[in-house]
């Protein structure tokens, strides 16, 4: 005897299907750019591999042209490949263009879209990303954060040099998360989740199942009435579970704050920040705990993803290209005399490691398919009309690699951006890491402040060689999948103390 579920579907899907056809053929849609053709109801998605997805658009690319269509289940899509599309889409149509899809996963952590990076463009959008320019992410609290930068990165020269002096293997993976992680926590909770024991385990598990929940494929944003898979898979469940633990941790960080005594503005943190913006309320919205939480996971997730990834990736890069690496260390070097730790006022002085920075960027971009984005209303885009609550995916990592903008677009070449007027501000749009227009990525100051002492120091502390019987054809370039592209296998290197 059939379920009574199982039943249901039976007697419901032919007539969907009927009315599906029906509605297919009697209602006409301004033509959409080519594209793959898909199958009824689930369009393109068994075609796609989430993963790889910006590698698996890139060849669609180009069998299809620099724009084209998909059917993600019931929701159109659209996929820009091109820095001329780039610039129509987030430029000269930013307004249309700038809308954000209201996907499951992103939704619940966001408490409905109350942060700044996956809220719809409106009025409570501009304001709250308004207040962290200015309030949270501005140079000037950047720059108060200077000694909690210098001290960890010290901390982690120290812990290489044990390292070296016993010529022990350093794994430059958990290294760096955990500096950086650090780092983050300082500056945003005003305390450090100790690398080992039952908390930093409590904190790297919480994070990391939150960055897999945010970029998780569920079947009901796509078909809503198939919304059922996803119970059954589980994932409704987990992304319940996640949403509770990561409440729970920020609310134990808010009430640690309201029950601590008073700081001096040098002691503060971003939690006693918004805090304090919440008490004033002098603003048009009213920030509650919900919006400070919020406002937490894009400052937590954001800033650390970014940062390590990118880190990550610039060492690999110099690994496997040793003479880049010597030529970025003479520079370093050269300039900077015999110093045991090398400041902020040093870096500014380092131009190709900037290039270098800009050049893993470039191949190594944090986002891919930056944060997707949806049409506000129809716009047009090369001729063709688009119409409102269309999918819009723009593949920065093609962009990255179209040979129309980059020559050898495949190697790693830091010289392309020295006397290189190409910057990552989102107004060059062969070359935009953190995206552009209205959507820019706000937090570039904190994440290079960083990001910039970081690797400096890395290059001027210590050579760098692989273990015994490693070739630097054996380092892999493999990707896990997530919102950020972190490297599948960590990066393991013997230091040697240049001082």
């Not at 140079?139 to 909690?148: A, E, L, M, Y």
């Not at 119970?231 to 409440?247: T, V």
């Not at 002098?282 to 406002?295: C, E, Q, R, Y």
């Not at 690994?319 to 003479?330: A, F, L, T």
């Amino acid at each position: 005897m059939l379920s009574p579920l199982l039943l249901f579907l039976c007697l419901t899907l032919p007539l969907f299907l009927l009315s599906f056809f029906k509605y297919r053929k009697t209602f006409k849609n301004p033509p959409l750019p080519p594209g793959p053709r898909g199958l009824p109801i689930i369009g393109n998605l068994h075609q796609l591999d989430s993963p790889s997805l910006h590698e698996q658009l890139w060849h669609l690319s180009k069998k299809y042209g620099p724009l084209f269509s998909l059917q993600f289940g019931l929701r159109p899509a659209i996929v820009v490949s091109s820095p001329k599309l780039a610039k129509e889409v987030m430029k000269d149509n930013d307004l249309e263009c700038c809308g954000r899809p209201k996907l499951l996963g992103q939704q619940k952590l966001t408490y409905n879209g109350l942060d700044m990076g996956f809220s719809s463009y409106d009025s409570y959008w501009r304001e709250i990303r308004k207040i962290c320019v200015v309030h949270v992410l501005s140079s000037k609290r950047v720059q108060s954060f200077t000694s909690i930068r210098h001290f960890e990165v010290k901390q982690m020269i120290k812990k290489i040099s044990r390292h070296a002096s016993s010529s022990k293997v350093t794994n430059l993976n958990e290294v760096l998360i955990s500096l950086i992680s650090t780092i983050v926590c300082r500056i945003v909770l005003g305390r450090r989740y100790e690398e080992e024991g039952s908390e930093g385990s409590r904190f790297h598990k919480l994070f990391n199942e939150c960055e897999a929940m945010l970029g998780n494929f569920f079947v009901s944003d796509y078909i809503p009435f198939m919304g059922w898979i996803d119970k059954l898979r589980g994932l409704d469940a987990r992304l319940e579970r996640n949403f509770k633990e990561m409440d729970k941790f920020y609310q134990e960080a808010i009430d640690e704050h309201m029950n601590s005594k008073k700081k001096t503005p040098e002691e503060e943190d971003l939690v006693d920040v918004l805090l304090q913006l919440k008490e004033n309320n002098t603003f048009p919205i009213d920030l509650t705990n919900d919006n400070i939480k919020a406002v937490l996971l894009n400052l937590l997730v954001g800033a650390t993803g970014t940062t390590e990834v990118t880190t990550i990736w610039a060492m690999t890069e110099l690994i496997k290209n040793p003479s880049i690496m010597k030529k970025v260390q003479e520079e370093i070097r050269g300039l900077s005399g015999k110093k045991d730790f090398l400041d902020e006022d040093d870096i500014q002085k380092f131009s190709y490691l900037r290039a270098v920075i800009k050049e893993t960027l470039r191949l190594h971009l944090p986002a891919p398919l930056l944060i997707p984005r949806e049409t506000n209303k129809k716009c047009m885009l090369d001729g063709y009309e688009i119409p409102a609550k269309t999918l819009l995916y723009v593949n920065a990592w093609a962009i990255h690699r179209d040979p129309k903008a980059w020559k050898d677009p495949e190697e790693f070449i830091p010289e392309r951006f020295l006397n290189c007027d190409i910057d990552l501000y989102g107004q060059d749009f062969e070359f935009i890491p953190f995206g552009a227009g209205r959507r820019l990525c706000p937090g570039m100051n904190m994440a290079f402040a960083a990001l910039d002492l970081i690797l400096a120091n890395l290059l001027y502390s210590f050579d760098w060689e692989l273990p015994q019987g490693m070739k630097k054809e054996d380092i892999d370039t493999e990707v896990l999948p997530g919102v950020t592209q972190h490297k599948k296998n960590p990066l393991c290197v013997v230091a040697k103390c240049y001082m």
